[in-house]
Structure formats: structure tokens, C-alpha cells
């Protein structure tokens, strides 16, 4: 008896519904990761543009060898620590502003989005206008106020910081309306009781209403997480990686190698470990949550 | 159901069918990706003239120049090029032929019997032509002078040495309220091409005669000490993430005293429309020391296009480069490749700046064109903007370029 004859009949019409669907993500997501997988192991350049002859490890050992790569790698990790760490503790305080909002909270939502839809090269293109040192509109206020002007994107120490706070500007939209929709899923029986037992507002929060969100919370910071490590658009307008290599970040590093080293191979290999730096976190993160989430104290 | 749906299931895939194949391919029509900037603008304005002349429609894409060789070399690698017609940066003039990339225009130049002599031999070296062999045809140059504020100035002579400008620069912005020098510090291609006018003006180089890498030599280590105390002394708030656009709106503004730019930069900014508070107050001169970074387009045609659009696009570019829109251009503001432009009394009538700039064009060097030269600016900027910032010391900054660039020859 075939697995197919074996299914029954809401089975079989499942898989007939989802066929095209998973046909589609086949196509679309799986085939350029396995073709990634053998440029990275391949002698695929802009140069010489043939796979062959296969060259083992050899594209991820020179990637890793590279010491710009760690420094990108621990930039990276930084970044993305500070963006989901801001975009988070931000959202979360909108979200539980608007939950207290009864009139127009429809209009601050649609206000909420328009970052949320923005182009990312769009948001950077108009930030670095907004925070140009000289003729910014940003500078020119802080001057008119007696204040020194900020070299926003010029200052090693600076640029990283403000390219996170762009980011934040953008991506934290996104978490306000997931979040949002968590807070608003929550039951109400737990917030009666408790003022009943006489809580104030901020044992209800840290007692109640964080750790009811948690499952939401995870997913948020954990997408946010992905969106970060990923970020190349930024850099690309705002810094092209400079000043020197403070805002190189891996994508960055990525491109570089595929793009002006002409290196297709090596960029794939510097792909491939983003991607498994990235997995290996979603999957720890999963499980720290999980192992509070049973834990006898939860 | 389903033979209900058939029908219009088929109807709606034919008109979705139709829509997606377009029109039938009736005439050519040629694309070219191209810079924004003045020079694309001109040639924009003449392009009626040819359609109506040859029935080839031409579209120009213009986007900045840091997004330009990317967006090409996907197209060159692809099994068709959507851009039939290429404009060539000479910092790719070694990568583009090397890699296979670019029809050979030679034959197309003998037959159509295109004057080759007119153009100014530099241009030819600086883009790669090797005895017949022709990968690109010049399209405009671009070597680099400094324009200065001549109300600024006054009656003081400009230094003669690069020391002594830097010196006149960082007195102007303590002196005058003016950013000193407007410069483009930004890591890539904008750091590389600045600092290049410092290192020739100092008397060093990147190689020698022989193409031995000579970067890391006393004269190389002045000349980054010299940019390094410009970025800090005498430019912007910002210089060091500054491109092209940044110094061209700070000086257009009024506020900078000179900056070291392409020189045709200055009919752009010496026009009272666009920019009223320098306009009839700028002028050109080669970079204080002698030498500066000479660069220059190049018109292209991609193997992997039909060879009907190779012939629309061959028959574009003698148009362009034709001596009767070569001074249609040049009197629209144009960098002309061909000397007879440079020389056309009407062309000086209009712009007595063209004398200067023929010295800036003959005084310019060329930054070292190989396979690699895109991943080398990206190597010498950011060591560039690491001693700018402090994060590296000149020697340093000048071993790493040095070794980068001897590392990326040998590969």
C-alpha cells in the first residue's frame, strides 16, 4: 500500500491545498540556499564564472581567517543586541500606552505603520539627509539652539550608535503592533484578582502582564533578532561600512567579499555563516524560553 | 465547476501571458546605466537629435556612482544584459575586458571609420586600448583640480606646493568662517580618489614604471600626514563620511573655500541659478604640487546582447563622439576627450576656464587600473579613514594600502 493511498481523504485534500504553496517556497527559498551552499564550496567568481573544480572548506577557512570577519561578526552581535534591546523596551511602552487609548487609536496605528512600510533605503536616504553635519536639518536646529553641531555618521565612536537609532526608528513600529496584539489577547480575570488582592500597577506588570506576553515576546525579539543580524541596507547608504570598519557589519562584509572582491564563492561562505550564527541563536533563545517557560519557578 | 472555470481560467492566462511578453521587439531601443551628474545631463539633452536621426530610442538610467558597478556586473554576468549600452568608468577599464565582459569596438571603429587620432592619447591609456584592440571608446574625462573662492583668496597667489595649501586652508577656516577644504571622505571610491590628488601632488605614486607597488615611500607618507591634517584641520563637520554630493552642496552653498574635485564641477557650481553665493566668484587651477588624479568614462557594448543592439549601440556612440556633438556638448559644459574641442575658439569664447582645464587634464595621473581596482579602493579607503580618524597612524594606514595593494596584483 503506497503512503499516498494510505492518507486519508482530508490528508490527501491538505497536501493538494498546500502543494502549490510548497512548491513556491521550494522554488523561491529552497533552491538559491542549496545553490549558496555549493558557491560557497566552489571556485565561483565574477572572473571565472563556473563552479567547478569543488574546493572543500576552503572559501569558509579563508572567511574565517580573515580578522575583519570577527571584527564584523562581534560588531554584528552588538548591533543587534542594541537595536532589539531599544526597539523592545520602546515598542512594549507604546503598546501599553495605546492600550490605554480609547479615542484615535485607530489613526496613532496607522502613524505607527508608516515606518514599519517604508524602504529601508528609503528611511536611510532621509535620515542621512535629516543628520547631514552641515546642511541637516537635525545639526541646523542644534546650532539655532547654541548648540555644537554632531557629526552623526563621521565620529567613529558615533556612527554605529546612530545607525542603531535609525534602525530603531524603523523597526520598532513593527514590534508596537505585535505587541500590542499580545496585550490586548490577554485575559482580564488575572488583572481583577490582583486588584483585588490590592497590587499596584507595576506588580500587575512584572506579575501579570510580562509574563503572559512572554510567547509573544519571544517570537517578537526573536524575528527583530533575525532583521538585525541581516541588516545591510543601513550601512550600505548611510556608512558604507566606514568610518574605517565601525559599522561593517556581516552583511556588509558579505557583500563586499561577493561584490568588489568579485569572490561570489567566499561571499556565499560568509552568507552561510550568518545564516548558521543566526540559526544557532533563534535555537537558543527558543530554548532558554522553553526551559523558563517549565521551569518549577515559572 | 471545473469546466466552468476552464475558459476563463484559460482567457485570463493569455491576457496575463500578453501583458507579460509586451510588446513585439519592432526596434531597438538602447539602455545605458549612467551617473548622475552634469555630463549625463548634456548628452540627455542632445539625444532627440539621434533618434530623430537613426529611429534608436535611447533611455538613460541615472543613479550615483557607488551604485553603479554593482548593478552593471550583475548584468555582465547574466546570460543578457537588459543595458545594451555601457559607460565605463576607467577604474573598471581592468576588470570589465579582463573578465570577458565587453565587445571588442575595434573592427567597429575601422569600419565605420571613426577618427581615432582626435581623441587625446591619455584617455586612450587611461581606458585600457591596446593597439587595435579597443574595449572602450572615450566618453568624457574627469581629472581633478582644485577650485578655489577667488573672493576668498584676494590678491595672496595660490601656494605652489601642496604643504603650503593645506596651510592656506586651515588659516581660511580659522580666518574666514568657511570650511577650509570640502573633502569627501567617505570610505571606497570617494577617500581613494581625494587622497590620490594629495599623493601625486606630493610627489609619490601607487607604482613605478615597472608596476612595482612604490605606495609606502617617505613622499607617500607626507602626502597621507598632509590629508590626514586637512581632515582634521581644515574640512567639514562630517568630511569623514562625505561623498561627492556633500562637498558639491557645501560649496555650492557658500560655505567651503575650495575643494579638490573634478573640474568640471565648476560650471555646475558657477552658475547663478543653482548656486547664487559663489556663482562669478570660483576658479580652476591644478592641484597645488603639480599633479592630480585623472579619471575618465568610456562609452562600452556588452557581448551578451543581440548583435542588433550592438550595432544601434555602435552607431550611438560615433554619434556622441562625432566632432559636431562633441562641441555641442563642450559648449553645454562638457569634459572633452577629443583635443579639438579643447582648442574651438567658440568653446573658449564661452568658457575661458577650458584653458585650465586642459592643464588639469594634462597634468593628471592615473590610480593603478587592474582586475581588482574596485576591491582596491575599497582596501586603500578604508585604511584611509582609519588614520583619518585616528584608529590607525600613518604608517601603518600607508603599509596596510601598500600591502593590500601588492596582495590584490598578484592574484
Redesign the interface.
Same mark, same amino acid.
Request: zero cysteines; hydrophobic letters at 30%; aromatic letters at 2%.
Given at each position: 500500500m503506497s503512503a499516498l493511498s494510505r492518507m486519508s481523504r482530508t490528508a490527501r485534500t491538505g497536501w493538494a491545498f498546500a502543494a502549490p504553496g510548497l512548491s513556491l517556497l521550494v522554488i523561491v527559498m529552497g533552491f538559491p540556499l542549496v545553490f549558496a551552499v555549493l558557491m560557497s564550496l566552489s571556485s565561483l567568481t565574477l572572473r571565472h564564472f563556473r563552479l567547478a573544480p569543488f574546493k572543500g572548506f576552503e572559501n569558509f577557512a579563508r572567511v574565517l581567517g580573515d580578522p575583519l570577519f570577527w571584527e564584523a561578526t562581534w560588531l554584528t552581535i552588538r548591533y543587534s543586541v542594541v537595536t532589539v534591546t531599544g526597539e523592545f523596551v520602546i515598542g512594549l511602552a507604546l503598546a501599553l500606552m495605546l492600550q490605554k487609548v480609547a479615542r484615535w487609536r485607530g489613526v496613532y496605528f496607522a502613524i505607527l505603520t508608516i515606518p514599519m512600510a517604508m524602504s529601508p533605503i528609503a528611511v536611510a536616504l532621509i535620515w542621512r539627509m535629516l543628520l547631514q553635519p552641515n546642511l541637516g536639518i537635525v545639526n541646523q536646529t542644534l546650532r539655532g539652539l547654541g548648540f555644537e553641531g554632531v557629526d552623526w555618521f563621521g565620529d567613529p565612536g558615533l556612527a554605529l550608535a546612530t545607525m542603531a537609532a535609525v534602525d530603531i526608528w524603523q523597526q520598532t513600529s513593527f514590534v508596537v503592533l505585535i505587541l500590542a496584539a499580545g496585550l490586548a489577547s490577554l485575559p482580564r480575570e488575572p488583572y481583577e484578582a490582583a486588584e483585588v488582592d490590592g497590587a499596584g500597577a507595576l506588580q500587575q506588570f512584572f506579575y501579570i502582564t510580562l509574563p503572559m506576553l512572554r510567547p509573544v515576546a519571544a517570537i517578537v525579539v526573536v524575528i527583530q533578532l533575525i532583521n538585525e543580524f541581516r541588516t545591510y541596507d543601513l550601512p550600505y547608504v548611510l556608512t558604507r561600512g566606514g568610518p574605517g570598519n565601525a559599522t561593517e557589519v556581516l552583511s556588509y562584509f558579505a557583500y563586499r567579499r561577493a561584490f568588489l572582491g568579485l569572490a561570489l564563492n567566499e561571499g556565499a561562505a560568509a552568507s552561510w555563516i550568518l545564516l548558521i550564527l543566526v540559526l544557532a541563536l533563534t535555537v537558543v533563545f527558543f530554548r532558554l524560553v522553553e526551559r523558563h517557560e517549565t521551569s518549577p519557578g515559572a | 465547476m471545473i469546466r466552468q472555470l476552464f475558459p476563463s481560467t484559460c482567457a485570463l492566462a493569455l491576457v496575463a501571458a500578453a501583458v507579460l511578453a509586451g510588446p513585439a521587439r519592432a526596434e531597438v531601443t538602447l539602455r545605458a546605466l549612467m551617473e548622475d551628474v552634469p555630463e549625463t545631463a548634456i548628452i540627455e539633452s542632445l539625444l532627440p537629435q539621434f533618434t530623430e536621426k537613426t529611429g534608436i530610442k535611447v533611455e538613460f538610467e541615472k543613479i550615483g556612482y %557607488?551604485d553603479m558597478?554593482?548593478k552593471l =556586473?550583475l548584468q555582465l #554576468?547574466s546570460p543578457e544584459s537588459f543595458y545594451n549600452l555601457l559607460s565605463v568608468d576607467f577604474l573598471w577599464a581592468g576588470?570589465f575586458p &579582463? $573578465?570577458g565582459w565587453l565587445e571588442d569596438l575595434g573592427p567597429m571603429a575601422r569600419n565605420s571609420g571613426m577618427n581615432l587620432d582626435g581623441f587625446i592619447p591619455a584617455m586612450w591609456d587611461l581606458l585600457g586600448r591596446d593597439g587595435d584592440t579597443i574595449p572602450i571608446v572615450p566618453m568624457y574625462n574627469y581629472s581633478m583640480g582644485l577650485i578655489y573662492r577667488t573672493d576668498l583668496l584676494g590678491d595672496q597667489p595660490l601656494p605652489d606646493t601642496l604643504e603650503g595649501f593645506i596651510d592656506l586652508a586651515v588659516r581660511m577656516k580659522a580666518e574666514k568662517d568657511v =570650511?577650509g577644504l570640502a573633502m569627501q %571622505?567617505?570610505? %571606497?571610491d570617494p577617500n581613494s580618489m581625494e587622497f590620490s590628488n594629495f599623493l601625486f601632488a606630493s610627489g609619490a605614486d601607487y607604482l613605478d614604471a615597472e608596476g612595482n607597488v612604490v605606495l609606502d615611500s617617505d613622499a607617500g607618507r607626507k602626502a597621507l600626514g598632509l590629508y590626514v591634517r586637512a581632515m582634521t584641520e581644515a574640512a567639514?563637520? %562630517?568630511?569623514?563620511?562625505?561623498n561627492l554630493d556633500?562637498t558639491r552642496?557645501?560649496m555650492c $552653498?557658500g &560655505?567651503a573655500f575650495a575643494m579638490i574635485s573634478y573640474w568640471w564641477m565648476l560650471p555646475a557650481l558657477d552658475n547663478a541659478a543653482d548656486c547664487p553665493a559663489v556663482a562669478g566668484k570660483l576658479a580652476l587651477a591644478v592641484v597645488p604640487g603639480g599633479h592630480g588624479e585623472s579619471g575618465g568614462w568610456g562609452w562600452g557594448i556588452p557581448k551578451n546582447v543581440s548583435d542588433e543592439e550592438k550595432a544601434a549601440a555602435w552607431a550611438f556612440i560615433e554619434w556622441v563622439q562625432s566632432p559636431e556633438i562633441v562641441k555641442a556638448r563642450a559648449l553645454a559644459g562638457h569634459a572633452p576627450v577629443q583635443t579639438a574641442a579643447f582648442e574651438d575658439a567658440e568653446v573658449l569664447a564661452k568658457f575661458p576656464y577650458y584653458a585650465d582645464a586642459g592643464k588639469v587634464v594634462a597634468a593628471g595621473k592615473s590610480f593603478p587600473i587592474f #582586475?581588482?581596482t $574596485?576591491?582596491y579602493?575599497?582596501v586603500l579607503? #578604508?585604511q584611509l579613514?582609519?588614520a583619518?580618524?585616528g584608529?590607525?597612524t600613518v604608517e601603518e594606514a600607508l603599509a596596510a594600502a601598500a600591502k593590500g595593494l601588492a596582495d590584490l596584483m598578484a592574484q
Open positions: - | %557607488g558597478h554593482d =556586473v #554576468t576588470e &579582463e $573578465a =570650511v %571622505g567617505q570610505r %571606497g567639514q563637520q %562630517g568630511a569623514l563620511n562625505a556633500d552642496r557645501l $552653498a &560655505e #582586475t581588482y $574596485a576591491q579602493e575599497d579607503g #578604508t579613514s582609519l583619518a580618524s584608529q590607525a
